[in-house]
């Protein structure tokens, strides 16, 4: 088998968004410039910047039964009102708090010492090998050529940067701060930064101090010279090193942050085993048989755009890999943010913050179970039980209420104070269904009964807690927000009933049962009474299922977000397995593939296209879950493998973790139970192989291969994972082109199982 290893480019990349990348998780490298400029920026996951006060989310509770009934009467101006002057009461200004960027720490800059050399016309080109976990440039004529190649060491948290040349030559180095003068506004809050350099012997180190009160973060970059060339002389601070046929520079990079906040506010329970990079990565493989191996990015992007079938192929070879590699480099003891773990500058998009109205889930965590690597699921269950004490804190403050609210962003805390009438984020309740999903998703997988019983059945029971005691008040919820939707006419997104809001409700407390069965806990029956007192789903008068459940409100179908297709996401609520409500969601993800094919500018949030592609695929659509993985693999994916939030632009993660998992929904869907192989194939995957697929139960799928005219799984339970599921009977449903169309019900244990069909007709016709 052909799968991709790594990728290759002939572009230079004029910005760090452009740049090649490496990371260990938590520490992470991007490496841009020209020969005569080039620049690393070292990030550290931990490195925030408390530009924004740490303030607590607005009183509102008193004040919830007038913003309701204005709700109630399409008054959504006057609660929004009430809202407004409710926040400058407590001191809240004009402009939004935001959450906490994430930023660099310091710039290793690289430049010949002798800047007379011929460089700027030389040829250029760069590669990554995702196994290895390495990155390089390299330029010049033969005989004088010479690269810079980075490495990530993960086991001993460090990069290391290797430069080489063909001929003798010096290169400097020096270590600089990552911020411009014209990026500082973004610390409204008055915080200082404090920069210092060190130098020695064959050694820099910069701290990068950033002080708001008692919130301090220093981060510190160390650079070491290592290796055989001799201790080179220090110059204004820089590193000079002769460079030459056998002679290399190699540079050892090491970050550290240490963090201060007040104290005991936020511990961390949830251990986070060592990884390796390369077993993650090589835990699952594509092959679709295009034969484009060797073939530079944009070449095979240019043809694939041009609607070449074995360059489009390629192109998703590339970026199921692509994607996957990057997820795992920057996977640490804390989740991907919306960049992952790399960042280039001071006044990063959304603060390159945890977004959890969508990003983390159907972004950069999308594929974490489904492609075999469910331990990257850990960091953000580390992360979410950080801010237990603020999603409490938020649960009393907003609604009156005990248990526990998850707000839509976080970064350095988990308080509920980012909002503004365009984006109604205090009213948005769906963050903790959401992230009890993702718990359960890592539990079902892995049966580890540890991170269970300490950390995810605490938190069901402080979100459906929450839930109930909502319900109760009333199975009605209003205010209720679909991200970041407006409905045609209405002043705000205020409304009543979001579909997505009761999916998100409805879920949680289904998963709640579950999770009591496995923890060996009980339930309480307020869950499932809760669960029957929420409105049914609803299809729309123009035969797509309603945004939003009260008839009153019209639906937006242009529009990135596609909260409202949640039911559908993972395995199905089961209130949308009528054939009318299939329909109508099924309508809803054609209409909403097509806006986006309308015009360039609607590939935005790239995220939004893989929602749709996973629930084409769970509907049985193999076309339409083709259409959006290629939109992800050809306009979300750079020349140098990493992705971007829109076509073309904003350095992002989401199509990173969002395409492996459309690719992986189309090939098998592993419910509770239940496998469905080869469920969305679509003609253009004539032939194929992928490995290491996984899901829920506990159920692997080591291989699946398909041809002209067979299909063939070898299928396993993972080991230890008894709890997550009844029984060991599984019902296997045949590919959806099978020639028997009946299902099996195979005993699966630690052993594989090998399954076989043929096909009815050439997948090519």
């Not at 390159?352 to 969508?358: E, F, L, R, V």
């Not at 709640?512 to 060996?520: E, Q």
Request: proline share 7%; glycine share 8%.
């Amino acid at each position: 088998m052909a799968h991709r290893t790594r990728i290759d480019s002939r572009a230079r990349a004029v910005t760090w968004e452009d740049g090649v990348v490496v990371g260990t998780g938590t520490l992470g490298a991007v490496l841009f410039g020209s020969p005569e400029h080039h620049e690393i920026q070292l990030t550290h996951e931990q490195f925030l910047v408390p530009a924004y006060r740490d303030v607590p989310a607005p009183l509102l509770s008193a004040h919830l039964p007038a913003i309701r009934s204005a709700v109630l009467e399409h008054r959504e101006e006057d609660a929004a009102d009430i809202v407004e002057r409710v926040a400058a009461g407590e001191g809240y200004g004009e402009r939004p708090e935001m959450t906490d960027p994430f930023v660099p720490i310091a710039a290793l800059v690289i430049e010949p010492a002798d800047q007379r050399a011929p460089e700027s016309g030389s040829e250029y080109s760069r590669w990554t090998h995702f196994v290895r976990a390495e990155s390089a440039v390299r330029w010049g004529e033969p005989g004088y050529g010479a690269s810079v190649t980075m490495s990530a060491d993960r086991d001993g948290e460090r990069i290391l940067v290797t430069v080489a040349s063909e001929n003798p030559r010096a290169f400097r180095f020096r270590l600089q701060p990552s911020w411009h003068p014209a990026e500082t506004p973004v610390l409204q809050s008055g915080a200082r930064i404090d920069w210092a350099l060190t130098t020695s012997p064959g050694r820099m180190t910069a701290t990068t101090r950033v002080r708001e009160g008692e919130r301090v973060r220093d981060g510190l970059v160390a650079v070491a010279l290592t290796g055989a060339p001799p201790i080179p002389s220090s110059e204004l601070g820089d590193l000079l090193v002769h460079c030459g046929p056998g002679r290399a520079a190699v540079i050892e990079i090491r970050a550290s942050v240490a963090v201060h906040e007040p104290a005991g506010r936020f511990p961390d329970a949830v251990p986070i085993p060592r990884l390796n990079h390369a077993d993650l990565v090589q835990r699952s493989t594509l092959d679709l048989r295009s034969g484009t191996d060797g073939e530079h990015t944009e070449s095979l992007l240019d043809r694939a755009r041009a609607g070449d079938p074995d360059a489009v192929r390629g192109a998703l070879e590339v970026a199921f890999a692509a994607g996957r590699a990057g997820i795992i480099a920057s996977s640490g003891l804390l989740p991907p943010n919306l960049t992952g773990v790399w960042q280039g500058g001071w006044s990063p998009h959304w603060s390159s913050d945890y977004t959890i109205n969508g990003n983390v889930q159907w972004g950069a965590l999308a594929a974490a179970v489904s492609t075999g690597t469910p331990e990257l699921l850990l960091p953000l269950i580390r992360l979410i039980e950080r801010f237990s004490s603020d999603f409490a804190e938020n649960a009393q403050r907003l609604c009156g209420l005990p248990g526990l609210y998850v707000p839509a962003r976080v970064t350095t805390h988990g308080r509920a104070n980012h909002f503004m009438a365009e984006y109604p984020h205090e009213f948005w309740l769906g963050g903790g269904a959401w992230m009890l999903r993702m718990m359960y998703e890592y539990v079902s997988a892995t049966g580890d009964e540890e991170v269970l019983r300490q950390s995810v059945w605490p938190f069901a029971v402080g979100v459906n807690r929450f839930y109930t005691a909502l319900i109760e008040r009333s199975p009605i919820l209003a205010p209720s927000y679909s991200p970041e939707n407006t409905p045609p006419g209405w002043a705000n997104p205020l409304t009543v009933n979001a579909t997505s809001e009761v999916a998100m409700i409805r879920d949680a407390l289904l998963l709640g049962g579950r999770l009591a069965s496995m923890a060996g806990q009980s339930a309480p029956e307020s869950w499932s009474a809760a669960r029957d007192l929420l409105s049914p789903y609803r299809v729309a008068s123009d035969g797509m299922l309603a945004e939003w459940i009260d008839s009153r409100t019209p639906n937006e179908n242009a529009h990135r977000h596609q909260s409202h297709l949640y039911g559908l996401y993972y395995e199905g609520d089961e209130s949308l397995t009528t054939t009318p409500m299939r329909a109508a969601a099924l309508a809803t993800v054609r209409a909403r593939l097509a806006w986006r094919r309308e015009r360039r500018e609607n590939l935005e949030m790239a995220f939004g296209t893989a929602q749709l592609g996973v629930v084409a695929a769970r509907l049985g659509d193999a076309e339409a879950a083709l259409l959006a993985a290629q939109v992800l693999a050809t306009e979300h994916f750079s020349a140098a493998g990493v992705s971007t939030h829109d076509a073309g632009s904003i350095f992002n993660l989401d199509a990173s973790g969002g395409l492996p998992s459309v690719i992986a929904e189309m090939l098998v869907q592993i419910d509770p139970g239940e496998i469905r192989v080869l469920p969305a194939l679509p003609a253009a995957w004539p032939e194929g192989e992928v490995t290491g697929l996984a899901g829920r139960g506990g159920v692997i799928i080591d291989r699946l291969t398909w041809a002209r005219g067979t299909a063939e799984a070898a299928i396993r339970f993972r080991p230890g994972t008894a709890i997550t599921r009844p029984g060991d009977d599984v019902v296997v449903r045949p590919p959806a082109r099978a020639a028997d169309q009946r299902s099996l019900t195979v005993r699966l244990t630690g052993e594989v199982q090998v399954l076989r069909w043929k096909l009815t007709k050439d997948l090519s016709a």
